[in-house]
């Protein structure tokens, strides 16, 4: 098959990783891969799972330039299936794939838009024009589990324009042995200048509004209070954020207003290598997202074998199951009960974190997520035949 990946980003995050490892699948098993992509760090990587890229910016909500070069290209390089991430990209590339009468062609708004933190009468808009694309010229639309194919579907998409198919991860990537792990969180601590022996409560993302930083920085404060007033010696205790943002400046400010800034550690924008380095080096993984499409950092630190505290969206608890505690979203006291309880009782989780990473092994392996959307391209383009 000739497969074409199009999104408006070109630096590293859950969705730039879902297209990473679907890049990297398909060009394994053989499938000529493109990708069309804004410049920036995550070009090289895909240039190294095997796509042929082309790097270019949609300026427009619809982008008139866009849609007349993807068409081209659609045409010219006679692309079978193509396959678009986010709105900007998804509504200009279903346009494109019309006017080029290509066979397949996927959308997928990993976030539902409704659930977007945004103005009220812009995220109106974005639901009705996507609705409308969807149901008149995706082929399907993807919904990384049950929960976010209901919330499309209140949005107005057609239910049978809907497919479910989760997010995976190699859980061989997230495997350390206790020597390893002690060498990669040395490594890191080090870097951030914080003692290589200390407690790390850990979070990886981008730092916008919909990841909820402000509600874990704030019950971080909390928690260090509360577990001075108990008695606890949390001297040696941490929270290191690995990512940068439009909102770095501002998570930076809130810590050093709560007194908290030389316990509160951000990296900014970090090489794809330390990605692993990073959950080797936490003790915990708190994601307080307030918005989620799946979150596949969370099924990183399950298989990583962290404990995990994470909001209590529908779509993470179905991710999650009963191997991680959840806490109400953008609940701050909640949050900090829940960082203290697993701060005093850390030892007894050990069982838990073995069933977390068992549970990515079964249901959210890079080969099974790479196999359906193989399968899925391919039924598709048998239809059309």
Same mark, same amino acid.
């Given at each position: 098959?000739?497969?074409l990946y199009t999104?408006?980003?070109?630096?590293?995050g859950?969705m730039?990783q879902?297209?990473?490892?679907?890049?990297?699948?398909?060009a394994?098993r053989?499938h000529?891969v493109?990708?069309?992509?804004k #410049?920036?760090p995550?070009?090289e990587q895909f240039q190294?799972?095997g796509a042929?890229?082309?790097t270019?910016?949609?300026t427009?909500?619809i982008? @008139?330039?866009?849609?007349?070069?993807?068409?081209e290209?659609?045409k010219?390089?006679k692309?079978?299936v193509?396959h678009?991430h986010?709105?900007k990209a998804a509504a200009?590339?279903?346009?494109a794939?019309?006017?080029?009468?290509?066979?397949?062609k996927?959308?997928?708004t990993?976030?539902?838009?409704s659930?977007w933190?945004? *103005?009220p009468?812009?995220?109106r808009?974005n639901v009705?024009?996507?609705? %409308?694309?969807?149901?008149y010229?995706?082929t399907?639309?993807i919904?990384?589990?049950?929960?976010r194919?209901?919330t499309?579907i209140s949005?107005?998409i057609?239910e049978?324009?809907?497919?479910?198919?989760?997010?995976g991860?190699?859980? *061989?990537k997230f495997?350390?042995? @206790?020597?390893?792990?002690?060498e990669?969180?040395?490594?890191?601590l080090e870097?951030?200048?914080?003692p290589?022996n200390? %407690?790390t409560?850990?979070?990886?993302?981008r730092?916008?509004k919909?990841?909820?930083?402000?509600?874990l920085v704030?019950?971080?404060?909390?928690?260090?209070k509360?577990?001075?007033?108990?008695?606890q *010696?949390?001297?040696?205790v941490y929270l290191l954020?690995?990512?940068?943002g439009?909102?770095e400046d501002?998570?930076?400010?809130?810590?050093?207003?709560?007194?908290?800034?030389?316990k509160v550690?951000?990296?900014?924008v970090f /090489?794809?290598? /330390?990605?692993?380095?990073?959950?080797?080096? %936490?003790?915990?993984f708190?994601f @307080?997202?307030?918005?989620?499409?799946f979150?596949?950092?969370l099924?990183?630190?399950?298989?990583?074998e962290l404990?995990?505290i994470?909001s /209590?969206l @529908?779509?993470?608890?179905?991710?999650?199951?009963s191997?991680v505690?959840y806490s #109400?979203v953008?609940n701050?006291?909640?949050?900090?009960e829940?960082m203290y /309880?697993l701060?005093?009782r850390f030892d007894?989780?050990?069982?838990?974190r073995q069933?977390?990473?068992?549970?990515v092994?079964d249901l959210f392996?890079?080969?099974?997520?790479?196999?359906?959307?193989?399968?899925?391209?391919l039924?598709l383009?048998e239809?059309?035949?």
């Amino acid at each position: 098959m000739k497969i074409l990946y199009t999104l408006n980003s070109g630096s590293p995050g859950g969705m730039e990783q879902h297209v990473l490892d679907l890049v990297t699948g398909m060009a394994n098993r053989g499938h000529e891969v493109f990708v069309w992509c804004k #410049e920036g760090p995550i070009v090289e990587q895909f240039q190294k799972a095997g796509a042929k890229t082309t790097t270019t910016e949609i300026t427009f909500d619809i982008c @008139p330039s866009y849609i007349l070069a993807l068409t081209e290209f659609l045409k010219k390089e006679k692309v079978e299936v193509v396959h678009a991430h986010e709105l900007k990209a998804a509504a200009n590339t279903l346009i494109a794939g019309y006017l080029a009468k290509t066979p397949v062609k996927i959308s997928h708004t990993h976030t539902p838009i409704s659930e977007w933190k945004i *103005d009220p009468f812009r995220k109106r808009v974005n639901v009705l024009a996507n609705t %409308f694309l969807v149901n008149y010229l995706a082929t399907r639309e993807i919904a990384l589990t049950e929960s976010r194919k209901n919330t499309k579907i209140s949005e107005g998409i057609r239910e049978g324009k809907l497919m479910v198919i989760p997010n995976g991860v190699n859980i *061989d990537k997230f495997t350390f042995s @206790p020597v390893e792990r002690a060498e990669l969180k040395k490594e890191i601590l080090e870097r951030y200048k914080i003692p290589t022996n200390a %407690f790390t409560f850990g979070f990886l993302s981008r730092i916008t509004k919909e990841k909820g930083h402000d509600v874990l920085v704030k019950a971080f404060a909390n928690f260090l209070k509360r577990a001075e007033q108990k008695g606890q *010696d949390v001297s040696n205790v941490y929270l290191l954020l690995a990512g940068g943002g439009n909102l770095e400046d501002s998570i930076k400010k809130l810590a050093t207003d709560l007194g908290i800034s030389k316990k509160v550690v951000i990296t900014g924008v970090f /090489d794809a290598v /330390d990605l692993t380095k990073f959950y080797a080096s %936490f003790d915990a993984f708190v994601f @307080p997202s307030l918005a989620e499409g799946f979150g596949i950092v969370l099924i990183e630190a399950m298989a990583s074998e962290l404990s995990i505290i994470c909001s /209590d969206l @529908p779509v993470l608890q179905e991710v999650g199951g009963s191997t991680v505690m959840y806490s #109400e979203v953008g609940n701050v006291e909640e949050l900090t009960e829940k960082m203290y /309880d697993l701060y005093v009782r850390f030892d007894r989780f050990e069982q838990v974190r073995q069933d977390a990473r068992r549970r990515v092994a079964d249901l959210f392996s890079l080969e099974n997520f790479v196999t359906k959307y193989e399968n899925l391209y391919l039924e598709l383009l048998e239809g059309m035949v």
